[in-house]
């Protein structure tokens, strides 16, 4: 019989959309945003953006749309505070947070997120369930954003757990590229979740 403890070691866990019924509260966001500064954002193309920091996407539009007037870091700045208004409609998913609710304090668990640490953080205060994770791993914390691996491999490391043992939920095509990158078991919640 193998000694070998059971798989997987650790649980690792997008936030927007994979933790919390987010994007939809986020597109409304940058609805409003985009409107304002007069940028073209399609709604497929918000969802296909998917663990994209927000300056990121800005700095892709504007220079797409030659918009050289368009300070990335400000319009981040507008489009959270515009987030941050709707907050009181964001609700877990209900069938992701079952998972890390059943394995609470029995293996370590992180968020990885595309997110900024402030807005995560509050996401997870106010679902009540900051404190079940080790390790919450933002955008600010890593240089190279999903799809490279670099968020997910920060996760493992803080956990202290080797990326091949770490299983790693995700709600995007970008992030499970993510996850797969760093040698992780990636789950696809978007198989396992009703609709909103």
Not at 9 to 15: Q, S
Not at 114 to 127: K, P
Not at 129 to 140: Q, R
Request: glycine share 8%; aromatic share 8%; proline share 6%.
């Amino acid at each position: 019989m193998s000694s070998e403890p059971t798989f997987p070691r650790a649980l690792i866990f997008d936030c927007d959309g994979t933790l919390a019924h987010t994007m939809p509260v986020h597109w409304e966001a940058w609805k409003e945003v985009t409107t304002r500064h007069g940028l073209t954002f399609p709604e497929d193309r918000f969802y296909a953006l998917g663990g994209v920091p927000t300056r990121d996407i800005v700095r892709m539009l504007a220079a797409e749309q030659g918009r050289t007037d368009i300070d990335p870091l400000r319009f981040a700045g507008e489009k959270e505070e515009a987030y941050f208004r709707r907050f009181s409609h964001i609700g877990p998913v209900e069938e992701v947070v079952s998972i890390a609710r059943e394995h609470r304090g029995r293996i370590p668990m992180a968020v990885a997120s595309g997110g900024s640490r402030h807005a995560i953080h509050r996401v997870l205060r106010h679902l009540d369930i900051l404190d079940w994770f080790g390790a919450v791993v933002t955008n600010e914390d890593v240089v190279n954003q999903k799809p490279a691996p670099d968020i997910f491999l920060e996760a493992a490391r803080r956990l202290g757990v080797e990326p091949r043992w770490c299983r790693a939920y995700e709600d995007t095509d970008l992030g499970i590229q993510a996850i797969q990158a760093a040698g992780m078991e990636a789950v696809d919640i978007r198989h396992h979740t009703r609709p909103v």
